[in-house]
């Protein structure tokens, strides 16, 4: 009414002034003026309702391109930014949303196989495989990503039968996008020269998980990502969270947990919402696990930082694409609950003639990377000076790898001291204490704290004989009892 108003004023203005020329343009700036205002209202309107077409849209057209990281960094940039979540409507089809914000969220996204079906028994290990105290900090959501209706009901039924006390708890969620969410999926580009079933099968996918990182963006502080055919290792979430406390005030994207797929990997729950709109974007040009590897670059994490043993095992024989057979195993797994070293802060030191870039630091990392010196001479170590004095429980020493068996230390020691001298750089202890000799190149020693009896300031890996062979030292775990307060 009030846009007929405006125009109707108008016209009546025209004929009263048309031979004013100053007023007729002041006239038609106004009419231009109402016009537009009228359109801005009717496209907020429609922004509302169709947020997601916009994003169609937004995926048609860089989809059209194929994927160039250094061609994108501006666009993906500008992406970064937009942290809010994509406008889905999920169905719950059981449990409810979370009353309270969690440690760990656990996505699934599952769809029906043509053989075999593991999603059951990949939710039974991540509960069985957690402890009471574990489970409260956890969350499961499945992802029933199938547009068979029938499947899906009949998924829910036979896990709400199982989980059923998990569901009330509050600890299990399933949920479901319905197909008319989902952008177009058939006459996709064939990258890689992939047959069109493939290529419809991976690009769903890609929008599968990016549906189910924006519902899991705001439910913990942390979320991990399985595949629905996958046997846990124990007590995992208790490792998950050592292993983010040693990486405290350093950078990561990605922590990896399994070395297959989309299986173990860890993000913050902030990269969520960037991570779903970057597989949206990029849905029809490459697998998941390929774009992961984009995703983690060009947020400046350059190198993988992948923890062994792996947390998580592939379990399936039949894929879920076509029921091809998928024998893929990590053979970095370990079923029973392994116990990372706590490798208190420490400064590192070595005279050895380190080879490149392999500096004595990475000996000490938790992450897969070693120490590697030119061929030591008799008297020449390797020193940790400890922040703190420390009480230890536990050593084990690590050289040599399969690939270069040579690379060891063949005569060797390692020691424990006290009383540190000297500056910052050259600190060092005045007494040392020999816990005993290296064998086959490893050096490993349980119940230490009951072997010595003072607060260790410094332990220290010594050559008691020069070798030829160049020196790789894979890894320096070290558990403590106590931390002195010294």
């Known amino acids: ?131 009471y105290e574990e489970l409260k900090e956890i969350a499961v959501v499945v992802q029933l ?32 996008v319905p197909e008319e969410y989902y952008p177009v999926l058939d006459g996709l580009k064939r990258n890689y020269n992939d047959p069109e079933d493939r290529v419809k099968f991976r690009s769903k996918q890609n929008v599968d998980y990016a549906f189910l990182l924006n519902f899991c963006a705001n439910l913990s502080d942390y979320y991990v990502m399985l595949e629905d055919d996958v046997r846990c290792s124990k007590n995992f979430l208790t490792t998950v969270k050592k292993v983010i406390t040693s990486r405290e005030g350093s950078y990561w994207v990605t922590l990896e947990f399994s070395k297959l797929g989309y299986i173990g990997k860890l993000y ?15 849905y029809q040009e490459m697998p998941c ?3 992961l590897i984009h995703f983690r670059g060009l947020l400046a994490q350059k190198e993988v930082i992948r923890f062994k043993p792996s947390l998580f095992q592939h379990m399936g024989y039949y894929s879920s694409y076509k029921g091809a057979e ?47 010196g030119k061929a030591p001479s ?6 940790i000076v400890f922040e703190k004095p420390i009480k230890i429980s536990k050593i084990k020493v690590l050289t040599g790898t399969e690939d270069r068996q040579n ?13 540190i001298v000297g500056s910052k750089k050259g600190k060092q202890c005045t007494t040392y204490l020999r816990l005993g000799e290296f064998k086959n190149g490893n050096f ?38 106590q931390i002195s307060n010294q």
């Open 326 to 372: 998928n024998k893929l195993k990590d053979d970095d797994f370990e079923e029973e609950s392994f116990d990372i070293p706590d490798n208190p802060p420490a400064n590192l030191h070595t005279n050895m003639n380190v080879f490149e870039n392999y500096e004595a630091s990475k000996a000490y990392s938790s992450i897969d990377e070693y120490f590697w």
């Open 1 to 131: 009414v009030t846009l007929l108003y405006a125009f109707l004023h108008m016209r009546h203005n025209l004929k009263h002034f048309d031979k004013m020329r100053c007023l007729r343009k002041r006239s038609a700036v106004s009419f231009l003026g109402v016009l537009v205002i009228c359109l801005l209202f009717m496209n907020l309107y429609i922004e509302d309702g169709y947020v997601l077409e916009g994003d169609k849209q937004l995926i048609r057209e860089t989809a059209t391109h194929q994927l160039n990281p250094e061609r994108y960094v501006h666009t993906f940039k500008d992406l970064s930014n937009f942290s809010g979540s994509i406008n889905i409507s999920y169905r719950y089809l059981a449990g409810t949303p979370l009353p309270r914000k969690r440690y760990l969220t656990i996505g699934l996204s599952s769809v029906k196989r043509k053989k075999g079906n593991y999603l059951l028994e990949t939710i039974k290990s991540i509960f069985e495989q957690s402890s």
């Open 268 to 282: 913050h729950s902030h990269d969520l919402p960037r991570l779903a709109h970057f597989l949206l974007m990029f």
């Open 407 to 419: 690379d060891i230390l063949h005569h060797g020691a390692l020691e424990v001291g006290e009383k």
């Open 378 to 383: 008799t008297g020449d170590f390797y020193r």
């Open 444 to 481: 490993e020693m349980t119940d230490v704290e009951h072997k010595v009896l003072f607060d260790i300031n410094c332990m220290r890996i010594l050559v008691t004989k020069s070798q030829k062979e160049w020196l790789i030292i894979r890894s320096i775990s070290i558990w403590t009892s």
């Open 145 to 176: 990503a199938d547009f068979d209706s029938a499947w899906c009901e009949g998924m829910v039924q036979d896990i709400s039968q199982k989980f059923a006390h998990h569901i009330i708890a509050g600890r299990l969620i399933v949920i479901h």
């Open 289 to 291: 696990d390929w774009l």
